[in-house]
């Protein structure tokens, strides 16, 4: 019975994986672009930016993104920040990640594409191999794209704050997003409302059949 089960979730996994182009509803060029035009026009005022991209993609994606701008702490791979959570379905989600006092940490190994947009600040990341020892630099307005799978030490010297996309499967990425709650903050209360927003906007897809 138990192989019966998994086979047919593995086999509709594969299925799926191999559609998922199908479900995305935005591109890592276009939210690049409104980012540089939200930055050209705001510059750091970056309360401006984040609100010319939410409403220009409200515009364009009126049912998909999340206008109540609510923001939680989030711990995960030793970093801390906080989080507005813009769009989260099973194959996307869209959100701003950063702090006013910086951090530093382990990017997560990941199954799916992560853009990581500056808007503010910059971002150094380091991968590790032979002749590896400068950081690599994301200044404001460049993009650092993580492929599904790989793994960065990310850091962040200051306050910066970034546009994330991720596109892939993501439902297993929330394990490393709560990890660091069970096993070093014990915020609860923080885990709470990030379940309730993230479970609230992928059921909230799903019902207009959004994946
Ligand atoms: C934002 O501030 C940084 C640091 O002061 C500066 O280097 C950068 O040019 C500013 N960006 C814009 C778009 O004004």
């Known amino acids: 019975m138990l ?24 591109t890592p060029s276009n939210l690049h672009q409104l980012s540089l035009e939200a930055i050209s026009l705001h510059g750091n005022d970056t309360a401006s930016v984040v609100s010319h991209i939410v409403s220009s993609l409200s515009s364009t994606h009126p049912a998909y993104v ?12 030793g970093a801390m920040g906080a989080m507005y959570i813009i769009h989260a379905s099973i194959t996307e989600y869209l959100i701003i990640f950063g702090s006013a ?62 546009l994330e996309y991720a596109r892939g499967w993501i439902p297993p990425m929330l394990f490393f997003g709560y990890a660091d709650t069970f096993s070093s903050t014990l915020d609860f209360p923080t885990l709470w409302r990030t379940t309730w927003i993230t479970g609230k906007q992928m059921l909230g897809n799903l019902a207009i059949g959004k994946l």
Not at 17 to 22: I, P, R
Not at 119 to 145: D, F, I, S
Request: hydrophobic share 35%; glycine share 10%.
């Open 3 to 26: 192989g019966i089960v998994i086979a047919a979730i593995s086999s509709t996994m594969y299925l799926l994986e191999s559609h998922l182009e199908k479900f995305y509803i935005f």
């Open 101 to 162: 006092v910086g951090t530093e940490g382990h990017s997560g190994r990941h199954t799916a594409d992560d853009y990581f947009i500056i808007l503010r600040g910059e971002e150094l990341a380091y991968t590790p191999g032979k002749g590896m020892y400068e950081p690599e630099r994301y200044p404001q307005g460049t993009v650092n794209h993580m492929k599904r799978g790989v793994v960065k030490q990310y850091r962040m010297e200051t306050t910066c704050f970034a």
């Open 66 to 77: 999340n206008l109540d701008e609510e923001w939680v702490f989030n711990n995960a791979g």
